[in-house]
């Protein structure tokens, strides 16, 4: 496809999806090209460079999110959305929780994102300072609990390249780290339960439980306030 006819549009759609399938290693502006029947000198001609393209195909998934309606009496309703919104986008897109650690990211879609949580934290009565704060926490939080689900595609994708050898490899780690857990007594008792199919794994529903504490320490800072 010819650079005339090539728009920065297409580019970063197809660049989401190379990121998804490949993560940040994979993208490269040949891998990019191949995918649009380009040459790769034609994807230059919009955008810089690979740094740029990451940051284009970021704000592209962030303008992405619905956001919900500001309600101050259920503001928890809100932040719970969007927390679990972007926690879905992380996950979705593993790619991005990576990124973080080597871009700084940003653009429309990500500052629409941010004004919206600072406005929900707002109207529940935090001060603009505190409502900063509120919501890096929850931020954070959110990030954090991303990492595993990037970690887990990660090691996905390199199973799938490396076959046998990784997958050898993955199980030999698996085995020491349960054999280190049966020295300790409530690891053990996990590690032997029935119900139990990765070690590594975090239990279902770990990412709601710390959500609704982390909510519930922010409403009980309000009560003073009100």
Do not use: C
Not at 137 to 162: I, M
């Amino acid at each position: 496809m010819p650079r005339e006819t090539l728009t920065r549009d297409q580019i970063v759609r197809a660049a989401v999806d190379l990121l998804d399938a490949e993560g940040l290693e994979g993208l490269n502006m040949r891998a990019l090209g191949k995918r649009l029947d380009s040459a790769a000198t034609a994807v230059y001609w919009h955008v810089k460079n690979k740094d740029n393209l990451v940051l284009l195909a970021a704000d592209h998934v962030w303008s992405e999110l619905t956001l919900p309606d500001l309600n101050p009496a259920d503001w928890r309703t809100a932040a719970a959305t969007m927390a679990t919104d972007l926690y879905r986008m992380f996950t979705l897109h593993p790619w991005l929780v990576q990124a973080f650690a080597a871009h700084v990211l940003y653009g429309e879609g990500k500052s629409r994102f941010d004004d919206h949580g600072l406005a929900v934290f707002e109207a529940a009565g935090f001060a603009a300072a505190r409502a900063d704060q509120v919501a890096a926490a929850v931020f954070t939080y959110v990030l954090g609990n991303a990492a595993g689900a990037a970690a887990a595609a990660s090691l996905t994708r390199r199973l799938n390249q490396d076959g046998a050898r990784a997958e050898q490899q993955l199980q030999d780690a698996m085995a020491e780290a349960k054999a280190i857990a049966m020295r300790y007594p409530r690891l053990r008792t996990r590690v032997e339960t029935p119900a139990a199919t990765d070690y590594a794994a975090s239990p279902d529903q770990t990412f709601e439980l710390g959500l609704q504490a982390l909510l519930d320490g922010l409403e009980r800072q309000l009560a003073p306030q009100s």
